[in-house]
């Protein structure tokens, strides 16, 4: 007669705690940080092109080039160290050392109207949107994941699997928030 209904109690339990959203949450917010590092990717992918197109120009800029290319390189070790404060701070350097670099084509009116430049730099400002885009989209899955595991009963469910609340992607360095300051 106990038998009869432990099982109804039990599948309500079960249903109820809560698991297989936290499952799913956790997932959303994996996919969309993988977002963000196919963007950072393929920014960093970009960028050598640039640096190119533009070096045939403005020889004497080499010190632009030279950050570029570190901040570039920052990027990338950021990007599979797998650290996501890492990786806003050194996409916020890199925006920065690209800031610099574009800024050297107001200096070059033939580089202005190069082709493969104008292309470039579209390439580049789509990707910038498309980080937007995934920053924006990892973020609120990472807000709706960590508010659902503080929420009960499924903070209970959490506790016991050892889910943990995950890092938004935002810069952590409060000297990379300010835009660059360009100056020849």
């Not at 082709?115 to 789509?126: A, I, K, P, S, Y």
């Not at 929420?151 to 889910?163: C, E, N, Q």
């Amino acid at each position: 007669m106990k038998a009869k209904w432990l099982l109804p109690v039990l599948t309500l339990f079960l249903s109820a705690c809560g698991y297989n959203t936290i499952q799913t949450m956790d997932e959303t917010a994996a996919a969309a940080r993988q977002q963000i590092e196919v963007q950072l990717q393929r920014r960093a992918d970009l960028v050598p092109n640039l640096v190119e197109t533009v070096k045939g120009y403005a020889a004497q800029e080499e010190r632009i080039f030279t950050e570029v290319a570190q901040a570039r390189s920052a990027l990338l070790g950021a990007r599979s160290g797998g650290n996501i404060g890492e990786m806003a701070n050194a996409n916020q350097e890199l925006t920065g050392a690209l800031g610099r670099l574009l800024a050297i084509s107001e200096n070059y009116p033939q580089l202005k109207s190069d082709q493969n430049f104008l292309r470039l730099q579209d390439e580049l400002t789509g990707t910038e949107n498309r980080i937007a885009v995934s920053r924006t989209d990892y973020n609120n899955a990472v807000r709706d994941y960590n508010a659902y595991i503080r929420r009960f009963p499924a903070v209970l469910t959490a506790k016991v699997t050892g889910a943990k609340a995950r890092e938004y992607f935002e810069v952590t360095n409060a000297a990379n928030r300010e835009a660059p300051k360009v100056s020849f």
